[in-house]
């Protein structure tokens, strides 16, 4: 038997899930925040926090851009009616957002990732993309070397 939950676990607004992978893989040039389509047992799991942003990307079909690889679990107290856990999820945007996504992405090295997953103040789920370009090791290092130093310095400012 599923466990119950309580009104007090539910998230009604705020953040869900958050790849903080992303800033340090990729140079993000621009962000974008997106709306999803989902079914109801989606909704459901996401109020609960069960989701992962860790391996998703955007790809394009038909004209469309669509969010794949994106882990949502399923549902514990469903009914008859559940979900794919890793299924493309469409993106919901304006056509000229939508264009320059699809033009930026035809560019050598481009990619779309998923940021932050949330519900805003209307508490509809929204989901925050970057559109950037994949880091060589050395720029990884460099950013490794410039987050240490900002914290040496706020560290030693403070004393």
């Given at each position: 038997?599923?466990?119950?939950?309580?009104?007090?676990?539910?998230?009604?607004?705020?953040?869900?899930?958050e790849n903080h992978r992303a800033r340090?893989?990729?140079?993000?040039?621009?962000?974008?925040?997106?709306?999803?389509?989902?079914?109801?047992?989606?909704?459901?799991?996401?109020r609960l926090g069960h989701a992962?942003?860790?391996?998703?990307?955007?790809?394009?079909?038909?004209?469309?851009?669509?969010?794949?690889?994106?882990?949502?679990?399923?549902?514990?107290?469903?009914?008859?009616?559940?979900?794919?856990?890793?299924?493309?999820?469409?993106?919901?945007?304006?056509?000229?957002?939508?264009?320059?996504?699809?033009?930026?992405?035809?560019?050598?090295?481009?990619?779309?990732?998923?940021?932050?997953?949330?519900?805003?103040?209307?508490?509809?789920?929204?989901?925050?993309?970057?559109?950037?370009?994949?880091?060589?090791?050395?720029?990884?290092?460099?950013?490794?070397?410039?987050?240490?130093?900002?914290?040496?310095?706020?560290?030693?400012?403070?004393?």
């Amino acid at each position: 038997m599923a466990k119950k939950s309580k009104k007090s676990d539910f998230i009604a607004f705020g953040t869900v899930a958050e790849n903080h992978r992303a800033r340090f893989d990729y140079n993000i040039n621009e962000t974008f925040t997106a709306g999803l389509v989902l079914f109801g047992t989606e909704v459901k799991s996401l109020r609960l926090g069960h989701a992962n942003i860790r391996d998703a990307y955007g790809i394009i079909e038909k004209d469309e851009l669509y969010m794949s690889n994106m882990f949502i679990a399923a549902y514990d107290n469903q009914g008859y009616a559940s979900h794919a856990e890793r299924r493309n999820r469409k993106l919901l945007l304006n056509r000229r957002e939508i264009i320059k996504i699809i033009n930026a992405l035809s560019r050598k090295g481009s990619t779309l990732v998923a940021l932050k997953l949330f519900f805003d103040s209307h508490g509809r789920a929204k989901l925050e993309i970057g559109l950037g370009t994949g880091k060589k090791l050395y720029d990884k290092r460099e950013t490794v070397k410039e987050r240490d130093w900002n914290r040496e310095k706020a560290r030693l400012m403070s004393h």
